[in-house]
């Protein structure tokens, strides 16, 4: 199946659109969607407006030039994924457009089928992959900064509480209160180490997938037993319908996400028996899960904002304790598994989480 790709050239000579026009519906593996503008200025206007996958440039347009339209398309996309055309045959031309972020280069006269398709196919390609490390770069420092937080607040608890034990054990009438600080302490460490599983969950939801088909009862039923005290604790109750299919994944990785997503409903409870309602249905190309909650619910623009990694929207965290990384991690798997989640819910009236999950997965 051919891949759809939307492009924009912006060359001031007519016959040239055509020609590279031509090029680029011969192009083997690619359906492209072409977009024109004879100046620099509308080309600008045209980005502004549209997402484009390529950005066919010339070098030598009139007004405003193709340098200077390059710099300005950086700006607006620091990832745009611009291919420079010359008649010029200039090597230092293409050293100047390469250094200024362009990702490829060709020469006018010596534009063809092939050499077109290697252009756009190296521009799609260096593009992503810009925009995966600049992703990944961000959730970084956002985890750095973050663990760096959230990691010192419970260690500060351990130091603190440590240094009065250690006080505290040269006064034999002071005894008793000793056990009080130890309590303190295992609180603190139980707390890092909670946040330190969490960061492994999040970053093991990216790992390559050993992917096969599988019974999904099978997973929701190991997923309940991993909860079997948390469940026991809170007396809840979890329903699962009798016609669970078989589907295709990284059964540990799924067995995680509903594993997550069932804790989830049962913390975020006031009611006196938390239950949670789960439910699977085919789709044709893939099957959809929803888990449903008798929880305190989210306010309807929140919906989004529950999957970004260490979020805490509830304002009382003493009573709700976390990570944040709990849903970041359920999206993580999910997406790694080429499918989608997300959040239908009303504040005070709980929440359901809905979860496609495509009937093959790309390895």
């Known amino acids: 199946m051919n891949k759809s790709i939307n492009v924009l050239i912006i060359d001031d000579d007519e016959d040239g659109r055509f020609a590279f026009r031509r090029f680029l519906t011969q192009l083997s593996g690619f359906e492209a969607n072409v977009i024109e503008a004879e100046t620099g200025e509308d080309g600008l206007d045209m980005y502004r ?9 010339d070098y030598s347009l009139p007004g405003i030039s193709g340098i200077d339209v390059l710099e300005k398309l950086k700006q607006l996309d620091a990832d745009a994924p611009v291919i420079m055309l010359t008649g010029l045959g200039d090597e ?37 992959l810009k925009r995966q490390v600049r992703t990944q770069r961000h959730e970084l420092e956002t985890f750095a900064n973050v663990l760096a937080h959230d990691l010192k607040t419970p260690l500060n608890g351990v130091m ?5 034990l250690l006080l505290k054990s040269e006064e034999t009438d002071e005894y008793n209160n000793i056990k009080q600080e130890i309590r303190f302490i295992y609180q603190s ?13 999040y970053a093991n939801g ?24 948390t469940i026991a604790e809170h007396k809840a109750v979890i329903h699962v319908d009798t016609n669970i299919p078989r589907i295709f994944g990284c059964k540990s990785q799924i067995i995680q996400l509903f594993q997550n997503l069932i804790a989830n409903g049962i913390k975020y409870c006031e009611a ?24 305190i619910g989210i306010r309807e623009d929140q919906t989004k904002d529950i999957f970004t990694a260490f979020s805490r929207l509830h304002a009382d965290q003493e009573v709700y304790e976390g990570t944040g990384l709990g849903l970041a991690t359920c999206k993580r798997i999910v997406e790694r598994h080429n499918g ?24």
């Open 49 to 57: 407006s549209n997402s484009f996958d390529v950005v066919l440039l």
């Open 272 to 295: 006196t028996t938390p239950e949670i309602i789960i439910r699977a249905g085919d789709t044709g190309d893939g099957t959809v899960i929803t888990v449903k909650d008798n929880g």
């Open 206 to 229: 990216g790992l390559e997938l050993e992917a096969h088909e599988f019974d999904l009862q099978e997973a929701l039923d190991q997923a309940k037993n991993n909860l079997a005290t």
């Open 160 to 164: 603190g509480f440590a240094e009065l």
């Open 92 to 128: 230092n031309v293409a050293v100047e457009v390469m250094k200024l972020g362009a990702v490829d280069y060709l020469p006018k006269d010596r534009v063809s089928t092939d050499s077109m398709h290697r252009a756009v196919t190296h521009a799609i390609e260096q593009t992503e």
């Open 189 to 201: 460490a139980h707390h890092m180490n909670a946040l330190i599983s969490s960061l492994q969950q």
């Open 340 to 363: 989608r989640i997300w959040c239908t819910s009303q504040l005070g009236h709980g929440s359901t989480f809905h979860v496609y999950l495509p009937a093959q997965v790309n390895r």
